[in-house]
């Protein structure tokens, strides 16, 4: 079975760093797309980043863009998330997703590409 296991959230104050992993299971690695996704109280989840595992090509949210970075450990099949520079908007729970496929850059943020969904990781960013 498919399986994605999100960890490393936390409460940290505004300018703090965090990092978010998220370890897959099941499945061959390298022909997946791993994305994070966050839905914060009240709204809508949306997409953060995304990484195509065997090209490295990654694509970032404007809100993130030179806050976060996306990267993985092949060899033990996790995706991590640094998120430096945390704002209290960043609040919201955390989730990693994959889709077996490479896609266009252009929708790699879009939820409904990604098949595969782990639970989520609350990260609290206090002012």
């Known amino acids: 079975d498919v399986q994605l296991q999100a960890s490393g959230g936390g409460l940290v104050q505004a300018g703090g760093s965090l990092r978010l992993s998220c370890a897959a299971s099941g499945f061959y690695f390298d022909d997946y797309t791993i994305g994070w996704f966050r839905q914060a109280p009240g709204k809508e989840r949306e997409g953060v980043s995304s990484?195509?595992?065997?090209?490295?090509?990654?694509v970032y949210a404007d809100s993130v863009n030179g806050r976060f970075t996306i990267s993985t450990n092949n060899a033990k099949n996790t995706v991590h998330l640094q998120m430096n520079g945390l704002k209290p908007e960043d609040t919201a729970v955390y989730y990693c997703?994959?889709?077996?496929?490479?896609?266009?850059?252009?929708?790699?943020?879009?939820?409904?590409?990604?098949?595969?969904w782990g639970q989520g990781t609350l990260v609290t960013v206090s002012s």
């Open positions: 997703a994959a889709f077996d496929g490479f896609g266009s850059a252009g929708r790699l943020l879009e939820l409904g590409i990604y098949h595969y």
């Open positions: 990484i195509t595992i065997p090209y490295g090509r990654t």
